[in-house]
């Protein structure tokens, strides 16, 4: 595929994410019964299912422009099998604001449009700092996903499910990508990707 075949993909799949409805390869862990929650716990759940699904539409915008400016065919090749797999997060956020009669965050585009330049950026920096970049971004979901799972509700066992299977799946993204050298990532950037994340979590648990 040539660069701009890659170009024509990359907005595609822009459009699609943001805004057609995804569809998951792997069945949604979120089965069993519905909890009768309250009002406020499901305007509690649904907004943080919104930041999970704006984390999401991140990833598939970042992996996209990470294998876009990947160097080396095995690095891309594995930046597009994480990226499958986040669709199924994706599609599985979707599904549960729905079933929790929440919305998505307004600002979608504007969160895909940004993290694709940064996954640009990362590619273009080189594979090993590429990776490197996966790596971490995929350990602080991990933690935010983890600080999720003590504001959920205790009765929303369909919301816990799903964010369990997604940090998962995200410790395996980053041990995937250090397993095939993602270097470590200075303090400074580090500490600005978190700056960042917080950023997008308080404006997308708004709006």
Not at 79 to 84: G, M, N, P, Y
Request: aromatic fraction near 6%; charged fraction near 25%; include cysteine.
């Amino acid at each position: 595929m040539n660069r701009l075949d890659q170009l024509i993909t990359t907005f595609d799949l822009g459009l699609r994410t943001v805004f057609a409805t995804p569809h998951a390869g792997r069945p949604y862990p979120g089965t069993g019964p519905e909890a009768d929650l309250s009002e406020a716990d499901k305007a509690q759940a649904a907004a943080l299912m919104r930041v999970n699904h704006v984390g999401e539409v991140c990833a598939q915008a970042l992996y996209a422009g990470q294998a876009l400016t990947a160097k080396n065919e095995g690095v891309r090749e594995e930046l597009e099998q994480a990226a499958r797999e986040e669709t199924d997060h994706l599609a599985w956020c979707e599904q549960r604001i729905n079933e929790l009669g929440g919305r998505k965050s307004l600002l979608n585009p504007l969160w895909f449009g940004g993290a694709f330049g940064i996954g640009v950026v990362a590619g273009l920096l080189g594979d090993k700092w590429n990776l490197g970049f996966l790596a971490e971004t995929e350990r602080q979901v991990e933690a935010h996903l983890d600080g999720h799972l003590q504001k959920l509700p205790v009765a929303d066992a369909r919301s816990r499910a799903v964010v369990e299977q997604m940090k998962l799946d995200e410790i395996k993204h980053a041990q995937t990508a250090v397993d095939h050298g993602g270097a470590p990532l200075p303090l400074p950037v580090k500490w600005a990707m978190q700056r960042a994340a917080d950023v997008m979590r308080r404006t997308a648990s708004r709006i």
